[in-house]
Nanobody
Framework: QVRLVESGGGLVQAGGSLTLSCAASVSIFSIKHMRWFRRAPGKKRELVAGITNGGTTNYADSVKGRYTISRDIAKNMVYLRVSDLKREDTAVYYC?????????WGQGTQVTVSS
């Protein structure tokens, strides 16, 4: 079983930045894909960024150039740097671990962007 704990969300003005963190209870190198999703009010959950255990990253078109996913294998941490924030980025952000035994989720961290 994989336990994930997100942190770093908050209230930020449009154009600002935050770094979200996800702490994993196991070695993230053993997890084939670490991902960040978000769920905005009234919308479906969407994938925003991912990083494979080989280090390959991928992003949703809506966040390319503004979001950066990274990791610290030694600390079992995955980060999401969110920059040039827009009001439509307001959402609960979830960390996800895709493993051979299934998907695991954190509890989420709220990001609210004010104008």
């Amino acid at each position: 079983q994989v336990r994930l704990v997100e942190s770093g969300g908050g209230l930020v003005q449009a154009g600002g930045s935050l770094t979200l963190s996800c702490a994993a209870s196991v070695s993230i190198f053993s997890i084939k894909h670490m991902r960040w999703f978000r769920r905005a009010p009234g919308k479906k959950r969407e994938l925003v960024a991912g990083i494979t255990n080989g280090g390959t990253t991928n992003y949703a078109d809506s966040v390319k150039g503004r979001y950066t996913i990274s990791r610290d294998i030694a600390k079992n941490m995955v980060y999401l740097r969110v920059s040039d924030l827009k009001r439509e980025d307001t959402a609960v952000y979830y960390c996800n671990a895709e493993t051979n035994l299934g998907d695991y989720w954190g509890q989420g961290t709220q990001v609210t962007v004010s104008s």
